[in-house]
C-alpha cells in the first residue's frame, strides 16, 4: 500500500452519501473484475449529488440521475495523493476486507477435497466402494451432515474412513464393533451422521441394493449391518425354517436336529452371521419361500422326513431372511417363491424379486385363476393394486376377480407338487 491521506479519503468518499459507490465497488471486487466502468444512481438525492460534485471538485448537476466513471474516480485518488494504491484499495480501507468469490469457491473445493483423502485412500483398491464414493463425493449429504464445514466434514470422514477400514467384522456386535473403531460405543447408531454415512458403505461393500420404500428402514439397517459382519438387535431378527440340511457349523448342527426330528426352528440373525452353515457342502438343489408360518406348519406335520426344504418370511422378509436367502442363493441353492394372492403378498414378492435371483413356483397369473375357481367365495380383495415385477398380468388378473387366495388355500397342491418333482 502506497500514500495514503485517511482524512480526505474518509472526508471525501467514506461519508454515507457514497455508500452506494463503494457497495457497487466492493460487489466487483467479489467477483473478481476490476473496478472499471461507470455506476448509476437513477434516483440520487441532492446530498449524493452535492458529495459526489465535491469528491470530483465540479458543480452538482441538477438531473436526479448520478453517473460515475469508475476509472475517473480511481485515477483521481491516485493523482491527488488520497490513496496512492487507487479506487479499489480505497474501498478496502473504507469498508474493510473483500473475499473474491472465486477464490474462496476454490479455497473450498480444495479443502473438500483434502477432507476425503482418507477415505479415497481406504476405499482405493476396493472397487466395490468406487461408485459409493463418486455419489458421496457429488452429492450434498456430507456438507449437510458437516454443516458446511471442511474441518468438521473431514472429521467426519476420517472416522468413516477407521469404520469402512475395519469391515468386514466377524460377528461382532454394533456397539463393540464402534468402541474397538471409534472409542464411542454409540457412535454408529442410527441418528448419527457416522452411522448414516458408515451403513450406506456397508451395503456397498455388500452388493446390497439401495432398499425400496415399502422395505422396513429398521430391518433394513440390520441386514446392511449383518451383510458386513456387525450385529445390531442380532436376536429380534428372526427367520423361520423347515427341512433345510445341516452340516458342521454351529447354525447346521442345530439345522441338522430340528430336521432330524421332523421339526420347524426358528434362526436368529446373530446365529446366520456368527456361525453361517456351508450349504455348498449340502446335497440341496433348491429352496421353498413361503410368506405364511402355517404352511411350515403343514409341512412338517404332513411330510415329515419328506419335508421339502422351506424358509419363510412371515410377512414383510427381515434381516435374518435376507441373510439366509443371500446365503442360499451365494451357494447355488435355487430359490422359489411363494405367497398371498393379495395386494400384500405382491408388495413382499418385489421386494424378494428386486433383491434376490428368485423364481415364482406357482404364483402368477394362471395360478391364481386355478386359485379362484377352485376357491370361489374367497374373501374380497381389497387395498391398493400392486403390479407384480415378475409377472404384469397377475395384478391384473387379481383387480378382475377381486378375490383374495390366501397361501393356506393352495398349500396342500402346492407342496405334493413340489414333492413329486423332487
Known amino acids: 500500500m502506497g500514500r495514503v491521506d485517511r482524512e480526505r479519503l474518509n472526508r471525501l468518499l467514506g461519508v454515507p452519501e457514497l455508500a452506494w459507490v463503494l457497495e457497487r465497488v466492493r460487489r466487483r471486487i ?33 438531473a436526479r440521475g448520478l453517473s460515475v466513471s469508475l476509472g475517473e474516480l480511481d485515477a483521481l485518488l491516485r493523482r491527488s495523493g488520497i490513496h496512492d494504491g487507487g479506487l479499489a484499495e480505497a474501498v478496502v480501507e473504507l469498508t474493510g476486507p473483500v473475499t473474491v468469490r472465486a477464490d474462496a469457491t476454490a479455497d473450498q473445493q480444495r479443502a ?59 460377528g461382532e456386535s454394533l456397539s463393540a464393533f464402534a468402541a474397538r473403531v471409534t472409542g464411542r460405543a454409540h457412535a454408529l447408531d442410527d441418528s448419527s451422521p457416522l452411522g448414516t454415512l458408515t451403513v450406506s458403505a456397508a451395503r456397498a461393500l455388500a452388493g446390497l441394493d439401495v432398499p425400496g420404500p415399502e422395505e422396513s428402514a429398521a430391518e433394513v439397517r440390520r441386514e446392511s449391518w449383518a451383510a458386513v459382519g456387525v450385529l445390531c438387535d442380532e436376536l429380534s431378527s428372526t427367520v423361520l425354517t423347515v427341512g433345510l440340511c445341516g452340516e458342521s457349523s454351529a447354525t447346521g448342527r442345530l439345522l441338522a436336529a430340528a430336521a432330524a426330528g421332523h421339526e420347524p426352528v426358528w434362526l436368529t440373525l446373530r446365529q446366520l452371521v456368527r456361525g453361517p452353515p456351508h450349504w455348498r457342502e449340502l446335497d440341496m438343489p433348491s429352496v421353498l419361500v413361503v410368506e405364511n408360518p402355517s404352511v ?28 439366509l436367502l443371500r446365503s ?34 406357482r404364483f402368477d397369473r394362471d395360478a391364481y385363476l386355478r386359485a379362484v375357481a ?31 387366495i390366501e397361501e393356506e388355500l393352495v398349500t396342500r397342491d402346492l407342496l405334493h407338487t413340489l414333492i413329486s418333482m423332487a
Open 112 to 170: 473438500w477435497g483434502d477432507a476425503f483423502a482418507r477415505l479415497q485412500a481406504v476405499a482405493d483398491g476396493r472397487p466395490e466402494l468406487a461408485a459409493w464414493l463418486h455419489r458421496l463425493r457429488a452429492g450434498g449429504v456430507v456438507k449437510r451432515l458437516a454443516g458446511g464445514s471442511p474441518a468438521a466434514g473431514r472429521e467426519l470422514l476420517d472416522a468413516v474412513a477407521a469404520a469402512v477400514a475395519a469391515l468386514p467384522a466377524r
Open 328 to 361: 442360499l442363493a451365494r451357494a447355488g441353492v435355487h430359490l422359489r417363491h411363494h405367497g398371498d394372492f393379495d395386494w400384500g403378498g405382491l408388495t413382499i414378492g418385489n421386494v424378494l424379486h428386486r433383491r434376490l435371483p428368485i423364481e415364482p413356483w
Open 374 to 404: 377352485s376357491h370361489p367365495h374367497a374373501a374380497p380383495l381389497t387395498g391398493a393394486p400392486v403390479t407384480a415385477c415378475w409377472d404384469r398380468s397377475l395384478g391384473e388378473a387379481m383387480r378382475e376377480r377381486g378375490r383374495r
Open 30 to 62: 467479489e467477483l473478481g473484475r476490476p473496478p472499471s466502468g461507470t455506476v448509476t444512481r437513477r434516483s440520487a438525492t441532492p446530498a449524493e449529488r452535492d458529495a459526489m460534485a465535491r469528491l470530483l471538485g465540479r458543480p452538482p448537476r441538477a
Open 296 to 323: 411350515v406348519t403343514f409341512a412338517a406335520d404332513a411330510f415329515g422326513q419328506r419335508c421339502p426344504p422351506i424358509v419363510c418370511t412371515n410377512g414383510q422378509p427381515r434381516a435374518a431372511t435376507m441373510v
